[in-house]
């Protein structure tokens, strides 16, 4: 299949072409979503400090799209904090930015425990900083990256947007924290369009296997670690825990494939423009939980490999079982999950094989 063909399958066409801004747009889940914006003719400028990310995951989504006009992406290495870095994407583009996707953030939940003054300073501060920009140049339109994280250990599954909020690492309470920000921020001006979008476990890659995620370091978490298992580059993969009260002991969580994220971006984004302003807060998952013994069967039987495992201790902050109910999206957005477990292993294995180092090769 050719490339063009296998873009066209996924890529949503907002209705409206925009000028916006991207931060974090070099990371896991920004890149992939700024092909599927670019794909649908929308301009971008990103703001990224490279700090868990490289510059190549860009330059290959301008490959992806084949894009030709290079004005259309414009990159930025700077920090959500800095004033003088924001003014200057603010002022780098003809057009205003209309609107704003916010991914820039840290997200590893060990780090955060250990390191709370820098988790709330990039995170919280951080989005502070962009706010005020956003205000100062008249931009109200904002969606904004949360994470399932904020509800804890949930009291009862599906969980729904009106779950009770209480998360259990430092995180999570920054995501609260941004998500509190936002709402007092719509109540004190009417005009805000705010998107809280509560993902649940993004993973795959873009089909092509050309972007996918690339952690810094040994990573945490479970597909990153099944494939580099795979490859040969980490001897077993652990599982945390083979004693949780689920079906087979290990625990659940509902996977979704990071090109139905990035396209459940842009009907978020797009319903915001077309509607009257208002704060959406909303799940993005597939409804359904995979075990960890599921997903490592999932992906032997899909990519034809083996992955060896053994069951070791429960990790420290872990819940047994996270599965969403994606139904309010699914009614204000239109927008349904398409990739099946299957597709989020080959597509996550197929970028592992082609990029055994990342982006860094
Ligand atoms: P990522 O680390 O791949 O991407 C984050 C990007 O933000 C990186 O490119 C990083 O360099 C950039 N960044 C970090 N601090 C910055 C700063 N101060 N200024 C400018 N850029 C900065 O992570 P991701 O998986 O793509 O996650 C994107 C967002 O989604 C994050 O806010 C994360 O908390 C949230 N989220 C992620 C997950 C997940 O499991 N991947 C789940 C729920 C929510
Ligand atoms: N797991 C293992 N072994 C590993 C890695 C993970 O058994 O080496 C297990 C975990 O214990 C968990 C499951 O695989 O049961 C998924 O773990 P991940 O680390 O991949 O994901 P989490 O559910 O812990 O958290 C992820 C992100 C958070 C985000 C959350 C909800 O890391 O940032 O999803 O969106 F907030």
């Known amino acids: 299949m050719m490339v063009e063909e296998r873009l066209s399958l996924r890529v949503h066409s907002c209705r409206f072409m925009s000028q916006l801004l991207v931060t974090g747009g070099a990371g896991f889940v920004g890149s992939h979503t700024c092909l599927a914006l670019l794909q649908a003719n929308h301009r971008l400028v990103v703001l990224d400090n490279y700090v868990n990310s490289s510059a190549d995951s860009l330059e290959r989504v301008c490959d992806l799209v084949g894009l ?74 904002i969606v904004f990256s949360s994470s399932a994280t904020l509800y804890g250990s949930p009291k009862t599954l599906p969980i729904t947007e009106n779950s009770l909020v209480d998360p259990t690492n430092t995180y999570g309470n920054t995501k609260a924290a941004v998500e509190r920000l936002l709402r007092d921020l719509v109540a004190s001006e009417d005009s805000w369009r705010v998107a809280c979008l509560r993902y649940f476990n993004p993973v795959g890659a873009h089909p092509s296997g050309t972007i996918g995620e690339s952690p810094q370091g040994i990573p945490n978490n479970l597909f990153p670690v099944i494939t580099k298992v795979a490859l040969g580059q980490i001897d077993k993969l652990k599982i945390f825990g083979g004693d949780w009260p689920t079906e087979d002991g290990t625990a659940v969580r509902d996977y979704i494939h990071v090109m139905d994220l990035a396209e459940g971006h842009c009907f978020a984004l797009e319903l915001l423009q077309r509607e009257d302003p208002q704060l959406l807060v909303m799940n993005l998952g597939t409804g359904t939980g995979y075990s960890v013994l599921e997903v490592v069967k999932a992906f032997e039987k899909a990519c034809g490999v083996n992955v060896p495992y053994e069951i070791i201790n429960r990790r420290p902050g872990d819940v047994a079982c996270t599965i969403a109910d994606p139904t309010l999206a699914q009614k204000k957005l239109g927008w349904r999950t398409k990739f099946s477990l ?20």
């Open 68 to 141: 030709k006009d290079r004005d259309a992406l414009k990159v930025v290495q700077g920090d959500v904090r800095s004033p003088d870095d924001l003014n200057r994407v603010f002022q780098l583009s003809d057009k205003p930015i209309e609107a704003v996707l916010h991914f820039a953030g840290l997200k590893a939940v060990g780090e955060s425990i250990s390191s709370p003054l820098h988790y709330w300073d990039i995170n919280v501060t951080g989005t502070r900083c962009l706010l005020q920009a956003m205000q100062s140049y008249g931009c109200k339109t």
């Open 342 to 361: 299957d597709a989020m292993c080959l597509h996550s294995w197929s970028w592992q094989k082609d990029n055994p180092n990342g982006y860094i090769n």
